[in-house]
T-cell receptor, first 112, second 113 residues
Framework: NAGVTQTPKFRVLKTGQSMTLLCAQD?????MYWYRQDPGMGLRLIHY???????AKGEVPDGYNVSRLKKQNFLLGLESAAPSQTSVYFC???????????FGQGTRLTVV | DQQVKQNSPSLSVQEGRISILNCDYT??????FLWYKKYPAEGPTFLIS?????DKNEDGRFTVFLNKSAKHLSLHIVPSQPGDSAVYFC????????????FGTGTSLTVIP
C-alpha cells in the first residue's frame, strides 16, 4: 500500500535550471496538493487540484507550474530555479469533501 | 501574514504527564481545524480534527479543544509517551475553499522517558 509517492527525494539544481517533481497516489483521491516547508514558515500551499485536468493557485504559486493530466499524478514544475526555491516540498492528496490529507515523504530541493 | 500561529517552537514533557500544544488563528472565517504529526524525514500524518460547531473532540489519548471567541485551539496528549516525540502542526481551513489549509509553524514535542 504505497499511498502518496514523491519522486525524487533529493535534488540539487543550479540557478536557472528546470525540473519537475512527480507525485503519484494510489488511493483514487480527487484532490491533490503541493506544499513547501521552510524553517519558521510552516507548510504553505503552492498549487492544488480538485480533479483531473483542473489546477488552482494556492498561497505561494509564483515561480511554479503544475499539471494534473491523470487523476493519480500531480506534477510540480520549476521552469527557472532560484535559490529562494530551496525548500522541502510535500505532495498530499485527499478525498473530495474530506479534510484529512495524506502526505508523501517529501522532496528536499536545493538551488545553488 | 501568518494566519495560523504556533508560538511555542518546542516543548519538553516527562513521560506520563500531559502535553499541551497551543495554536492561534486570525481568520474568523476558518471553520475546520486539524492537527498533524510529523517525524523527521517523513511527511505529516493526520492526528485529529475539529469543526467549528464543536468545542472539543477526543480520540484516545488525544483531545483537541477549540475556543472560537479567543480564536485558539489546543491539543492535549494524556498520558504522553516517548513515541509522541515529533513536530506537531495545526492547520485551519474555511469550508468550501477546495480544502485550502493554512498551517502553523509547528511545535517540536520531546517526551522524556
Amino acid at each position: 500500500n504505497a499511498g502518496v509517492t514523491q519522486t525524487p527525494k533529493f535534488r540539487v539544481l543550479k540557478t536557472g535550471q528546470s525540473m519537475t517533481l512527480l507525485c503519484a497516489q494510489d488511493m483514487n483521491h480527487e484532490y491533490m496538493y503541493w506544499y513547501r516547508q521552510d524553517p519558521g514558515m510552516g507548510l504553505r500551499l503552492i498549487h492544488y487540484s480538485v480533479g483531473e485536468g483542473t489546477t488552482a493557485k494556492g498561497e505561494v504559486p509564483d515561480g511554479y507550474n503544475v499539471s494534473r493530466l491523470k487523476k493519480q499524478n500531480f506534477l510540480l514544475g520549476l521552469e527557472s530555479a532560484a535559490p529562494s526555491q530551496t525548500s522541502v516540498y510535500f505532495c498530499a492528496s485527499s478525498y473530495m469533501g474530506s479534510t484529512e490529507a495524506f502526505f508523501g515523504q517529501g522532496t528536499r530541493l536545493t538551488v545553488v | 501574514d501568518q494566519q495560523v500561529k504556533q508560538n511555542s517552537p518546542s516543548l519538553s514533557v516527562q513521560e506520563g504527564r500531559i502535553s499541551i500544544l497551543n495554536c492561534d488563528y486570525t481568520n474568523s472565517m476558518f471553520d475546520y481545524f486539524l492537527w498533524y504529526k510529523k517525524y523527521p524525514a517523513e511527511g505529516p500524518t493526520f492526528l485529529i480534527s475539529i469543526s467549528s460547531i464543536k468545542d472539543k473532540n477526543e480520540d484516545g489519548r488525544f483531545t483537541v479543544f477549540l475556543n472560537k471567541s479567543a480564536k485558539h485551539l489546543s491539543l492535549h496528549i494524556v498520558p504522553s509517551q516517548p513515541g509522541d516525540s515529533a513536530v506537531y502542526f495545526c492547520a485551519a481551513s474555511e469550508w468550501n475553499t477546495g480544502n485550502q489549509f493554512y498551517f502553523g509553524t509547528g511545535t517540536s514535542l520531546t517526551v522524556i522517558p
